[in-house]
Every structure is written in structure tokens, then in C-alpha cells.
């Protein structure tokens, strides 16, 4: 048991020496490039440093780095195996009578753990990073901008109003328009604040594509809720009488409302859909955000499917880990490192393609999440299990 582990430390040790060297090369050229491709896009716009464009980089590397990850164990298993294999420290291992499964066994803590970080760790911090990313380059490219927490300068929506208005005693117009502005975002979407709707009606020959303004409302807050608007401190403005009727009347109306409830024909999650995307999301606020958004009927799905590809990305890294080492087993039995590198990248890609054609199907809603986000990874694993207990117990 004794030589047992110290057969498994050792390999451990070359698992994770070529893991960090790939990971390495992967780091440094996606900093190289996008660094170029900061001063590139950003520096085209305003006038930005190397260092500032470095230091971009870094708020938006992590989440680069996350999606590389799997590439990284993939070839680190490929460099390590196949390099016990020209040493013919696997035939000799081998001799010793320890089995592949056995010594296959420290890649596979490895991927594990890997996987553990980047789920509990790396995705927290990527994602915070991001935010900070997209504050940081709104700021650049508009300086007078006073940006919220998701970079948005002024934010505005278009919706056909279901009524024509509150206080309108005309009754319900369908055909009424409403554009929304807003100053500020507040959170992951929650509400807006400083909002104004502008209402429009059709003209007077009843052309729709021609419209009129009709009135105004300000609010200092309104959340989005099923079919209405919530506004706080709301007031009605509308224009003075002579604008609308020959009329002496010079003066516009307006009337505070405080609390109104406009109806709208928009969804509950239009917001939070549109500033809260799943990506934007870290792992540990993800189930007290899906049960919030079930329990206000929000459609949750692109959610659970980011958490349940996040809880299998172990089992992701451990199939990638697998197909690389697996590659490199028949490599010291036959030889042929073209064969070894073209076999094993392959079947990388063909994992990760298959993972996004999953998400694709769930986003369409032909597949549900939770099955989009394992079976990928699952049916990887498992076929990489199966080809080895072929090729080892017959």
C-alpha cells in the first residue's frame, strides 16, 4: 500500500505540474489578446492607457478563464500521461501490478477538485468582476455618464399601454403607446427610479404609425409587477388645453397622484430578464433566486439551467480529465503522439459542443434544464468508463 501511494502521489504531482503549465499558457495568451482587443475597441472610442486597458483585462479575464478550464485538464491530462508514457513509467506501473484504475485515480481528484473551485470559488468572484467590467468601460466610454451597478447610463423601454392612462376618463384605448425612461436601474432590476412614461395616442385621422402626444407621468420609483407598474410619488402632466383644442387656455395640467398602478401588457421578468441574465448571477445566489422567481411566477429556466451546469462542471472536468488520460493509455501500448493530440482535442470539443447544443435545446425550450445541463457531461463520463473497463478487464 505503501509504494501504492506514493505511485499515486507522484502522478498527482505530474497531473497537477502539466494542469498548471497549460493553465498558465492559456492565461497569458487570453491576457495578451484581450488586452489588445480592449485598446482596440475601447481606445477607438476614448483615449485609454496600457495599464488601463490591463486592468480591464483583469475584471473580465476570470470569466474567460472559466470557460478555458476544461480545455486546460484536457490537455494537462494529455501532457502528463503522455509523458509517463515515453518514460515508460506507465508500462512499469503497469508491471507493478497497480491498475489503470487505480492510477488514474489522482487525475480524477484533481478534476474534482478543480471543478469543486471553480464552481464555489472562481464563479463568484468572476462574476462580481464582471459587473465591476461593465461599470468600469460605461464610465470610459462615457464620462459624464453617472452609472449604476449595471453600467446603465439612462435606461428606456417601449410598451403598447393596455389603458389610456390614470386619471383618463376616455376609458381603455389599445392602441395607446407609452416610452419609459429611466434614470437609474435599481439592483438586478427590482424597480426604476427618476422614470417618466410619455404617452402617445394615434392622430387625430386615426393613423397609428403617426402618433400624437398625449400626456406625461413622472415618478421617482416604479416596479414592474404582474400586468402593472407600481409608481411612487407619482405626477400626471398633460399638455396645456390650447396645444390639444382651440382653446385660450395656456397653462399645462398637471396633477400629483402619489401611489398609481398603470396596467401594462409587459411581462413581470421583462426587467430582471434583461439586467439579471443567468451569466450575471454568482453560484451562491442562484437557488434564492430561482425560488423568488417561481414564487413570482417569473420563468426561471435559463436560472436553474446556469445552476445545474455549474453543479455538473465536475463532472464535466472529470470526463475531460478521463479523455485525456485515456487517449495517452493506448499511446504507451501503440504509439503515435499525432494520433494521441488529434484524438483526445477532438473529443474535447466535441463534449463542449454538445454541451452548448444542450443549452441551446433547453433555451428553446425542447429539452428541460436540469437534463440539458448532466447529460452531456454524464454520458462523457460514462462512456469514457465503459471504454476503459473494456480495455482493462475485457
Not at 76 to 82: E, H, P, R, V
Not at 258 to 283: C, E, K, M, Q, Y
Request: charged share 20%; net charge neutral; glycine share 8%.
Amino acid at each position: 500500500m505503501v509504494i501504492v501511494g506514493r505511485i499515486q502521489r507522484y502522478i498527482f504531482k505530474e497531473c497537477l505540474a502539466a494542469f498548471m503549465l497549460t493553465f498558465s499558457v492559456i492565461t497569458l495568451a487570453i491576457l495578451l489578446v484581450d488586452v489588445v482587443e480592449e485598446l482596440r475597441t475601447i481606445g477607438d472610442r476614448t483615449q485609454i492607457s496600457v495599464l488601463t486597458a490591463f486592468q480591464l483585462t483583469m475584471m473580465k479575464a476570470p470569466a474567460l478563464i472559466l470557460e478555458t478550464l476544461p480545455f486546460a485538464m484536457l490537455v494537462g491530462s494529455i501532457l502528463a500521461f503522455s509523458q509517463l508514457g515515453r518514460r515508460s513509467e506507465i508500462p512499469a506501473i503497469r508491471a507493478a501490478g497497480v491498475s489503470a484504475w487505480r492510477f488514474l485515480g489522482p487525475v480524477i481528484v484533481l478534476a474534482l477538485g478543480v471543478g469543486v473551485l471553480m464552481v464555489t470559488v472562481f464563479d463568484p468572484v468572476a462574476t462580481r468582476l464582471r459587473g465591476q467590467f461593465n461599470e468600469q468601460r460605461e464610465r470610459l466610454i462615457n464620462p459624464r455618464a453617472a452609472a449604476g451597478p449595471n453600467g446603465i447610463e439612462e435606461f428606456w423601454l417601449i410598451q403598447g399601454d393596455l389603458s389610456a392612462g390614470a386619471g383618463d376618463q376616455a376609458g381603455v384605448n389599445r392602441e395607446a403607446q407609452a416610452i419609459i425612461s429611466a434614470k437609474r436601474v435599481v439592483g438586478r432590476g427590482e424597480a426604476l427610479e427618476d422614470v417618466t412614461f410619455y404617452y402617445f395616442r394615434p392622430s387625430e385621422a386615426g393613423n397609428t404609425e403617426d402618433r400624437e402626444f398625449n400626456y406625461r407621468i413622472d415618478a421617482k420609483r416604479a416596479e414592474l409587477k404582474s400586468g402593472f407598474w407600481q409608481l411612487t410619488d407619482a405626477i400626471e402632466s398633460r399638455p396645456a388645453a390650447s396645444d390639444l383644442q382651440n382653446s385660450p387656455d395656456t397653462s399645462p395640467q398637471m396633477q400629483r397622484q402619489g401611489t398609481v398602478a398603470l396596467p401594462t401588457n409587459l411581462r413581470d421578468d421583462t426587467l430582471i430578464s434583461r439586467f439579471a441574465p443567468a451569466t450575471t448571477i454568482p453560484f451562491w445566489d442562484l437557488p434564492k433566486f430561482i425560488k423568488d422567481g417561481r414564487n413570482a411566477g417569473m420563468d426561471v429556466d435559463p436560472y436553474v439551467l446556469r445552476l445545474h451546469t455549474l453543479l455538473a462542471t465536475p463532472v464535466f472536468m472529470t470526463a475531460m480529465s478521463l479523455i485525456g488520460a485515456i487517449v495517452c493509455l493506448r499511446l504507451a501500448r501503440s504509439g503515435g503522439l499525432s494520433q494521441l493530440i488529434g484524438a483526445g482535442a477532438m473529443a474535447g470539443f466535441v463534449l463542449f459542443f454538445a454541451t452548448k447544443v444542450a443549452a441551446g435545446l433547453s433555451s428553446t425550450g425542447a429539452a428541460p434544464p436540469e437534463a440539458a445541463a448532466w447529460c452531456p457531461p454524464l454520458f462523457a463520463l460514462f462512456a469514457v468508463l465503459t471504454l476503459l473497463a473494456h480495455n482493462e478487464d475485457g
